[in-house]
């Protein structure tokens, strides 16, 4: 069986699509065994987070698993076909290894990902589908991911607005673990903000939006809640990190709304990071003392100080996964050959035995121990060359010579060796 992957995410498909072929937690260990025992997939592994689908698979039968997950979902195979991406084994490896490493997330080197994949790894292990093929690749994964962020600097500097965001909110508070972040809009840059601070596991998340459906498909793949654009002025209080992104033409944070917040939250400090173009925070609210207000401009400091660094270290870290890819494929290859080196060895053994067993023999009824230490190993050369010699005998013509090369290769010498002049 080889390896394959089959995947669906945040570069591929919006999340419309995405979440159609969700795995919820509890679901997963039926799925993986309808898959394996139902398709007759070898092993299986699945991967769902709130950006992609994964399946890992070592089957002969790559497209079983395919139409499995459409039929799975209960969504005919057209529907989703386009934003799907079939990987065989060298890609799918690689694949494998830059997730791990966070160079394919939607948070450029972000750590949960690492977390995520080690979970999808015990999940497969408890449902019986995590076979040799797939329980080695998975370590591998982890090993590279570990070489990866501890040799570059990946997850060490500033490379988006809302990386930037994160990392302000941090200076003001130490820990974003403690605060509670209201999103307002519901768009790209509201996505990616939300990916990077849920990655901190705020006390709370929520969107606020215009259409308050489009908020809470988007606030519950981070575990949050969602209110509506016209009850932010009544929420805003509540929270302690703000991060505004919308179309409005006009601003939706006014100066009388946040001082009314600041004086409701009794002073405790407010950041509020305003990412929109126009902006929807107004500016005078930055001169409030209570507030710590950022633009795209405070921002677009941070990242161009981090972007430089960073453009190294994913150069550095494809070198290190290109390698490593390279490394458990000789690995997979080196499987391939391990039933004839098993039988070559047990021939091995039969003929050493019966040579000893003879030369044991022949001790006990008194022959000279000289003699028959000559015999024993005349014994096992003889038996031990009598088919490569037998088999290069009966060659003749391109066919003898490349056997020749072959068997000089083996036990290392050069048909040149023994010639005379």
Known sequence: MRLFALGINHHTAPLAVREQVVFQPERVNDALNHL??????GEAAILSTCNRTELYCATNDPQAA??????????PLQIISPYLYTLPQRDAVRHMFRVASGLDSMVLGEPQILGQMKQAARAAEEAGTLGALLHKLFQ???????EVRSTTA???????????AVHLSERIFGRISDQRVLFIG???????????????RPRQITIANRTIERGLALARRFGGDAVSLDEVAGHLPRYDIVISCTASPLPIIGLGMVERAIRARRHRPIVMVDLAVPRDVEAEVAELDDVFLYSLDDLAQIVESGLESRQAAVVEAEQIIDTRVDHFLHWIASRDAVPTIRALRDNAERVRRHEVERAVKLLSRGEDPQRV????????????????THVLNSTEGAARNDLASLLGRLFHFSSQDNTHE
Not at 36 to 41: E, L
Not at 373 to 388: M, R, V, Y
């Open 154 to 164: 990946i997850g060490a500097n500033i490379v988006s607005m809302a990386a930037a």
């Open 66 to 75: 395919t139409d499995w997950l459409a039929e799975y979902h209960r969504l």
């Open 36 to 41: 394996v025992h139902g398709r007759g997939v």
């Open 140 to 146: 591998r994964t982890f090993a590279v991911a570990k």
């Open 373 to 388: 230490i000559e015999a024993l190993s005349h014994g096992i050369t003889n038996k031990f060359l009598h088919g490569p």
């Open 186 to 200: 519901a768009g790209e840059m509201i996505e990616l903000s939300a990916a990077h601070f849920a990655s901190g």
